[in-house]
């Protein structure tokens, strides 16, 4: 049986970020429940027209936005999406930053259009409670579900490593949210200590001015490498040929890239800051760091203790498989929906 349709809005598709990854897997999986699931990105021009047209015919039964600030944009476009149920998924940036800045009143209005608003910790259900007191009953936990594509390891030789080299990747969008210069530092420092150490740095350039300043960094840091940007469909190859996975966010919704790591038996070094606290037990999965001198040591104390990394990591794959499981977001989203349409 078709479930009714619904118009997924995402702000961004044509690069790999965390709101392409979100939309294409919940299209993904919801499209498997029954639903009919248009993707429209504001960072494309594709689909607003036929998007528009469905819209006049009734067609749409759900409006569903990833991101906060994404909402006025899309009723600017199309007005009778206004009368769509609207359900928000806050991604991290529309709390963090937007809503604690110069857009505060556009993501608060947005907020309250809203019928459901979907936050992925439990951290933000206080935080946006006590921020905008009115929006309380319209909140709900639901953790994202990592879906990584099979595909063939990274071969070590052709990336110039050695077997007994120890790699710690970065996926990380570059821009100064994700405060790449931290994972730097902690390599000038971990390096000295941990010949074998690898620092491996991979996502697309977002802020070119912020990422000038990175790439000439780079230059001068030990054994770091910049590997630019690197399709979804192949990134879980590179989690499987490294061994640790790094987040250095000031601020997160939920690190999705180090959960996907994760979730191939890569320990995790994060840091702690809400979106990224509650993820794991620190010691257990991985480490919490507060300063780049604590990231450093946390990469050479797993660098130098192989059966550590052993542990952590099966440790942090039994954390994703009961907890973050892309199917239980999946069923989550339909009981949501329904919820909506019964109304």
Partial sequence: MMNPPVLLVTPYQR?????????QRLQNGLSQMGYEIDILALDSAEGWSEAEARLARHHYRILHVLHGASVEAVLQRLPAAGDLPLIITATGTDINVDLLGSQRLQIEKAFQQA????????AF???????????????QVIPQGVLLPDCPTWSRSAMQWNDDDVIAVLPSGIRPVKRIEWALEAMEIAAVYSPKLRLVIVGPIIDSRYAHIILRQIEHTPRTTYLGEVDHQAIGGLYAAADMVLNTSLSEGQPQAALEGMSLGLPAVMTAVTGNLDIMTNGREGYYIHTPQELGLAM???????????EMGSAAARLVKEFYSASAEWEQYHLLYQELLRK
Avoid: H, M, W, Y
């Fill in 15 to 23: 690069q790999p970020r965390g709101n392409t990854v979100t939309s």
């Fill in 300 to 310: 050479q104390r797993l660098a130098e203790d192989q059966a550590l990394r052993q």
């Fill in 125 to 139: 259900l206080s935080l946006l409670s006590a921020s905008i007191p009115d929006i309380a009953s319209k909140l």
């Fill in 115 to 122: 019928d459901r608003i979907v936050v992925f910790n439990p």
